[in-house]
């Protein structure tokens, strides 16, 4: 997300035991993710998603996996 850019939703509407999610991986914590912080909320950032993502990619097309832990410790 942009800064300025709306909100993918109405952050209101959000729960506080809600767990929020972020795809986006050019900041960490976005906008949307510090709102649903001040809610209260606990979330993943999108490069930890994608960490988590990438062995069940590899495991889907047959390749070598690795653990989320392994990739962390590459960046």
């Not at 709306?6 to 795809?23: K, L, Q």
């Not at 994608?50 to 062995?55: N, V």
């Amino acid at each position: 997300m942009n800064d300025g850019a709306p909100m993918p939703m109405g952050v209101a509407r959000i729960a506080p035991e809600t767990f929020v999610g972020e795809v986006a991986m050019k900041q960490s914590m976005t906008a949307f993710l510090q709102a649903a912080q001040a809610r209260g909320c606990r979330f993943q950032i999108g490069a930890d998603m994608l960490f988590e993502q990438i062995p069940a990619y590899f495991a889907f097309f047959g390749l070598p996996s690795t653990m989320p832990e392994n990739l962390r410790a590459l960046v």
